[in-house]
C-alpha cells in the first residue's frame, strides 16, 4: 500500500533496525519507543485492522507471536518478561493501519494497562 509506512519500511523507503524476519513476517524497532526494548512485529501482507484478517491469515497471525517470541529474546527480555499488544482501531490507540504486534519489556507494567 503506497500510502502506509509500514509497507515503505518493508519496501526500503523508510529506514528501519530490524531484528528479526522470516517469510511471513518481519520485526524493527519502534521508533517512539515505550519501554526500554520496544518492537513492532508486521506482516508483510498489508492488513489494515485485526478485524479485516480472514480466516486464511490465521496462520500468519500466528507466526506473528512466533515472531515476537524470537523478538523478545533478541532484545533480551524473554527472562525478565515482556508484554504483547494489538492496539485495534483508533479507540483503541491504533494510529498505524497495517497490523502490529508491540513486543515490549525492559521495565515493569501495571494491569489493567492505562
Ligand atoms: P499503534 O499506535 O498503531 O498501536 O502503534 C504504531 C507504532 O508505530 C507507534 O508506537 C509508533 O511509534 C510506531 N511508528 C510510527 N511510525 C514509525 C516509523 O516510521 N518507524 C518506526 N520504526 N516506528 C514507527
Ligand atoms: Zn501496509
Redesign the pocket.
Same mark, same amino acid.
Given at each position: 500500500m503506497k500510502d502506509c509506512?509500514f509497507c515503505r519500511?518493508l519496501g526500503g523507503e523508510?529506514p528501519?533496525?530490524t531484528l528479526y524476519e522470516d517469510d511471513a513476517t518481519v520485526a524493527?524497532?519502534?521508533?517512539?519507543p515505550?519501554a526500554p526494548a520496544?518492537a513492532?512485529v508486521i506482516p508483510r501482507k498489508h492488513i489494515a485492522t485485526l478485524d479485516d484478517a480472514t480466516a486464511a491469515d490465521a496462520e500468519l497471525l500466528g507466526k506473528m507471536m512466533w515472531a515476537a517470541r524470537a523478538v523478545a529474546a533478541e532484545m533480551g527480555v524473554a527472562k525478565s518478561g515482556y508484554r504483547l %499488544?494489538m492496539?485495534t482501531h483508533a479507540g483503541a490507540?491504533?494510529? %498505524?493501519f497495517h497490523i502490529?504486534l508491540?513486543v515490549l519489556g525492559g521495565r515493569g507494567f501495571t494491569w489493567p494497562p492505562g
Open positions: 509506512v519500511i523508510i528501519a533496525t524493527f524497532r519502534d521508533v517512539n515505550a520496544h513492532l %499488544v492496539n490507540g491504533q494510529s %498505524v502490529h508491540h
